[in-house]
């Protein structure tokens, strides 16, 4: 019989016999019925007077199978508070007499329980936990056994996520998560290079960022330091939410920070590491001389029956010279520039961290310093006085500190600090990048001064072509780089917060309170620094162009200062006048208070738990009105013997972003789970399955987001106006006057958004070995915030003179499945590895959406998914110039198409509507899939052999597309002032006579042409599905006994990769799967190479 109470067993032993038992003290005295019968003493029984109990001191170790100590091992002595934990060596002393059972627990390894004999000196190993069962997860408010989870929970650790060397750990998560979503489409410029985290996908048209919590409190993530991480958990059914209420309709990040443990010493880290960044990838363009036939080529489209010679097209030799151009200037051509090499180079990062933990059973500490820089890619910024490169820096503090008052009262203080410093030019990336994108690379960015003011390295069309940049048309990078001044940010957070708890075991056994307050306070601001602009002369020859200094100006011209000595690599005399800009753009702090009662017992199989807590915060912007929140949260959780499992959680919680009689909801959830493998009936499957627990949850959660500009849409407010109204003429002769203007209209009935959530789950352990995690889950989000203004939204008519004020008018359904494998195992007796593939599915469809009828349907956002490409098809290209003539002549002349006049080679799109022309609401439709993924994925692979370790993680993406235009796919810009251009490798398919069944590019044209390709269409929108080798780390640490010697307990030393390979769909256009839409002018992501070192004494 298994867990079963010693009464059972004796009962069930004795049925039928003639025998009956009584328990004396700690014996068991075992009799015939008729010896003794009634209720009186047992008489006549030999049983042995016990001597009063010893109490001795009993000193052992803990460690694991392979004898390596565990340092912070817990040793209580069953069913009493006495208890202890192993010291650094994973030695223990505890008072315990003979017959006492000492229950031994270490996170990540299974309970052991050890009988105390007559000995007083015990050996104990703890067997690896590879089901994770008592492994302590994070929760909203609290923590759970991994055994008694019922909701959906995902957990990675701070090993995890320093193997991403990376300025923000947003970076870091992609393809280590089940359930989450990381896009990292904001580029990779130092200092704003954050990822756009989602779990579970999206379910709303409205703001989809889930809360994050940090030591339970909200707070942001954005530059935290790796190494002051212990756990990032996300929460993600409603059963795990619930406890936030209003907030939790998109999900919830928890972290937690690391704390002191007890050891018999204090151990301080200190870790340095060194790397080179430099960007995943550039476009890829064609030469001068292959930009310079496509030039004419284009030309000739663009006037089929003009004499060439009246073009000014380049000439045979001119591409021959072209030809010949090495594209650095060392062989005085000046050709085949490539700007991007011109503009970019490898940068450097550093990171440094200094940690020092321990403590005793009455106190422990944390506290650790880190230095982050990161410095940015750009070339040639050092001309002037002040650097304009990019450079990001970051200085992150923490102490952590846990005091045992006494054996029921406690206390903790928690601090930290981050400071960052971000530097960049006063221009912006997109500028620096689009230049590069855009100028030919036949216009040298530099050249020896020439007095021939007919050099053909000007644009051979244009008479009034600049060496350094044209006043009429384009700007020169390397003025961008170093003339347009710099922008200086720096942020200060400071928060901290102060906890008391006390145990009330004399009011019950089990029941506890704890209280804290929280302040935090960022400030920030920047200092913009303008470089003088100038007006330059344009046919000052020989000699500089003429320069007039000017301060405020938004355009940055490049002066004929960069002429000269550019071989001799002397750096240019720049002059420079300054315009400096001082704002103090962000005053925040926030306060916070909490109440807590909580109550943890078991009573023999059954396992109680409770909570009740009460929040509250205020948090002021810039001396605004004050953001306030509030509520009350309470939990209840049963256990029986861990196999029934049962969890309510109900909130009641609001928020000030609406009126009153709004802000408060209740967000009730109800979860259950059940272990499979505690039934005897699954006795015969111990040998392979080893866990099998079944879960699933459904409740209400809440989101109370609406955008930033729209706080008290609920008021309705005027504004004043000056100037508009005129009221006659006063004596000075005017009699225009203010007036106050009615705002948007308010809506006092808005209220937070709803969202049901439904979850299934299995947990499963095969073999001791294998793990599976399986969710299905499915959300109907509805009370939608919905923005009723724009011109496909079903709100008043112009004559109302305003929008439709915000309604919770939406709903969206969103459904989908995340899993995760794990597999451990060993090759010999050295070699140890794993292997944990994750995959994440989440689609959403719009189920109503107030927007204008279409006559097609395909137009409507009602029944499509959030952010759905609604573009024109592609058909075909114009065959010839008498179809081209047919097409012109539809529609009594205005053309089939309405962008312009149709030639051969140029766009034809898809009549959907029969209706034989091609406009907006009848041919546009849902085409591809959106630009956020609806599949991502992860294989975290590693493994130990000896003293080498080495970890990898391949992540990916799909079922996701990237509307491009502009630059990132047309080869010569649409509008007279960008005529510039470049061309790539996939404008050589373009259409001609010759190659018209096989292009897959229209025809080309220079001038004002627009080909009808600048439209949104399923021509330029591609699939961004991809794979990458996200990050490699290889270390190796140097032998113990080697270092022991030195004083030191563990010295590693490693190599990490970040982003080193990636696979994508989108080799014909050449630009990284995770850029955003549009023309590709952002800063590329990078891809890292580091060193570093990881020493503990």
Do not use: C
């Not at 879960?695 to 309705?716: A, C, E, H, N, W």
């Not at 994508?1064 to 990078?1086: A, F, H, N």
């Amino acid at each position: 019989m298994k867990n079963e109470t010693v009464p059972a067993i004796l009962n069930a032993a004795l049925k039928g016999t003639d025998l009956t038992y009584k328990v004396i003290g700690k014996q068991i005295a075992i009799y015939k019925k008729e010896e003794h019968e009634g209720a009186g003493p047992v008489p006549n029984i030999n049983v042995p007077v016990m001597p009063e109990a010893v109490i001795r001191e009993i000193t052992g170790t803990v460690a694991d199978a392979k004898g390596n100590p565990l340092p912070g091992a817990t040793v209580i002595v069953k069913g009493t508070d006495k208890g202890t934990s192993a010291d650094a060596s994973g030695k223990f002393t505890v008072e315990a007499e003979a017959g006492d059972v000492l229950v031994v627990s270490f996170i990540g390894y299974l309970k052991k329980e050890q009988t105390v004999g007559t000995q007083t000196t015990l050996s104990i190993q703890l067997e690896e936990d590879l089901n994770g069962l008592e492994e302590i997860v994070i929760v909203g408010y609290g923590s759970q056994r991994k055994a008694t989870i019922t909701g959906s929970i995902a957990t990675i650790t701070t090993e995890d996520l320093k193997q991403s060397p990376t300025a923000s750990i947003t970076n870091a998560l992609a393809g280590r998560l089940p359930g989450l979503f990381a896009n990292q489409f904001s580029g990779g410029e130092p200092g704003v290079d954050r990822s756009d985290i989602f779990i579970r996908g999206t379910a709303t048209y409205g703001n989809k960022a889930p809360i994050v919590i940090i030591d339970g409190l909200e707070r942001s993530m954005d530059y935290l330091a790796p190494s002051e991480i212990e756990t990032f958990t996300i929460l993600k059914d409603a059963s795990a939410t619930a406890p936030y209420g209003v907030r939790g309709a998109n999900g919830v990040i928890l972290i937690t920070t690391r704390r002191g443990k007890v050891q018999d010493k204090a151990t301080v880290n200190f870790k340095a590491s060194v790397g080179i960044n430099k960007p995943v990838k550039f476009p890829t363009y064609l030469g001068s001389a292959d930009y310079a036939m496509l030039y004419n080529e284009a030309r000739r489209n663009d006037n089929p029956d003009a004499d060439p010679a009246t073009l000014n097209l380049f000439s045979d030799q001119a591409i021959a010279d072209f030809r010949k151009a090495k594209g650095d200037n060392s062989d005085g051509l000046g050709y085949n520039w490539n700007y991007f090499d011109y503009a970019f180079k490898p940068g450097v990062q550093h990171d440094y961290s200094l940690s020092i933990s321990g403590g005793s059973l009455r106190a422990r500490y944390f506290v650790l310093a880190n230095y982050f820089q990161q410095d940015g890619n750009y070339r040639h910024t050092d001309l002037t006085a002040n650097n304009t490169q990019a450079v990001f820096k970051r200085y992150n503090f923490r102490s952590n500190i846990d005091i045992d008052i006494t054996d029921n009262f406690y206390a903790k203080l928690d601090l930290g600090a981050r400071i960052t410093d971000r530097n960049a030019p006063g221009t912006t990336a997109a500028r620096i990048v689009e230049l590069a994108n855009t100028q030919p690379s036949y216009l040298p960015i530099i050249v020896e001064p020439n007095d021939d003011p007919a050099n053909k390295v000007f644009q051979a069309n244009n008479p009034l072509g600049m060496l350094y940049g044209d006043q009429i048309y384009r700007f020169n990078i390397l003025g961008e780089l170093s003339r347009t001044g710099f922008l200086n940010e720096k942020n200060t957070y400071l928060n901290g917060s102060f906890s008391l708890g006390h145990k009330l075991n004399f009011i019950t056994k089990g029941l506890a309170i704890e209280g804290m307050f929280s302040y935090d306070a960022n400030d920030g601001g920047w200092i913009d620094r303008k470089v003088g602009t100038y007006s330059e002369g344009y046919r000052e020859y020989p000699g500089y162009a003429t320069f007039v200094p000017t301060v405020g100006s938004d355009f940055y011209r490049t002066p004929g200062h960069y002429t000269g000595a550019y071989k001799s690599g002397n750096k240019y005399n720049i002059d420079q006048t300054i315009g400096n800009g001082y704002n103090n753009n962000n005053n925040e702090s926030r306060a916070y208070f909490q109440a807590k009662l909580d109550y943890m017992r078991n009573f023999g199989l059954h396992d109680v738990t409770g909570m009740v807590l009460f929040n509250r915060s205020k948090r002021v912007i810039n001396n605004q009105v004050p953001f306030s929140y509030q509520g009350v949260t309470a939990r209840a959780t049963y256990g029986y013997d861990d196999r029934y499992l049962l969890e309510v959680n109900a909130a009641y919680n609001g928020s000030e972003n609406f009126a009153k009689g709004k802000r408060y909801g209740f967000f009730p959830s109800v979860a259950a789970g059940w272990v499979l493998t505690k039934e005897r009936f699954m006795t015969n499957t111990q040998n392979w399955l080893n866990n099998l627990k079944i879960r699933g949850s459904f409740g209400l959660v809440g989101s109370d987001k609406i955008p930033d500009d729209k706080r008290f849409i609920y008021l309705q407010y005027f504004g004043r106006r000056d100037g508009d109204y005129n009221f006659g003429t006063d004596n000075f002769g005017s009699g225009a006057g203010g007036f106050l203007s009615e705002g948007d209209l308010a809506n006092p009935n808005l209220t937070w958004e709803k969202a049901r959530k439904t979850n299934i789950g299995i947990d499963a352990t095969f073999l001791k070995r294998l793990t599976l995690t399986l969710d299905l889950f499915r959300e109907h989000r509805y009370d939608i915030i919905t923005n009723m203004g724009g011109g496909n939204k079903l709100g008043f008519p112009d004559i109302v003179g305003k929008d439709a004020p915000f309604l919770n008018s939406g709903i969206v359904n969103n459904k989908g499945f995340d899993f995760e494998i794990g597999w451990t195992g060993s090759i010999g007796k050295n070699f140890t590895y794993f292997v944990r593939p994750n995959m994440t599915f989440a689609r959403n469809k719009i189920i109503f959406m107030n927007e204008i009828p279409y006559a097609s349907p395909g137009r409507a956002n009602t029944g499509k998914r959030i952010d759905e490409h609604f573009d024109y098809l592609f058909d075909r290209f114009v065959a010839n110039q008498e179809e081209a003539n047919q097409l012109n002549a539809m529609n009594n002349g205005s053309g089939f198409q309405s962008f312009g006049t149709l030639r051969p080679g140029d766009v034809v799109y898809k009549d959907l509507n029969n209706d034989g022309k091609i406009d907006d609401l009848g041919d546009r439709t849902a085409v591809g899939n959106p630009r956020n993924p609806e599949l991502m994925f992860g294989l975290p692979v590693g493994g130990r052999f000896k003293n080498f370790d080495f970890s990898a993680l391949f992540q990916g993406a799909s079922r996701a597309s990237v509307q491009l235009s502009g630059a990132a796919v047309y080869d010569f810009p649409l509008f007279a002032q960008d005529k510039y251009g470049k061309v790539k490798p996939m404008h050589l398919k373009r259409w001609t006579p010759e190659t018209a069944a096989t292009a897959t590019y229209p025809a080309l044209h220079f001038g004002d042409h627009s080909n009808n390709k600048n439209n949104n269409s399923s021509l330029f929108l591609y699939d961004s599905k991809y794979i990458r080798l996200k990050t490699v780390e290889v270390g190796y640490n140097l032998p113990k006994t080697t270092i022991k010697k030195i004083g030191i307990d563990n010295f590693r030393i490693y190599v990490q990769g970040m982003n080193l390979l990636t696979w994508d769909g989108l080799k014909d256009v050449d630009m990284d799967p995770e850029t955003r839409e549009g023309s590709g002018d952002w800063y590329p992501i990078q891809k890292v190479v580091n060193f570093g070192v990881d020493i503990s004494f």
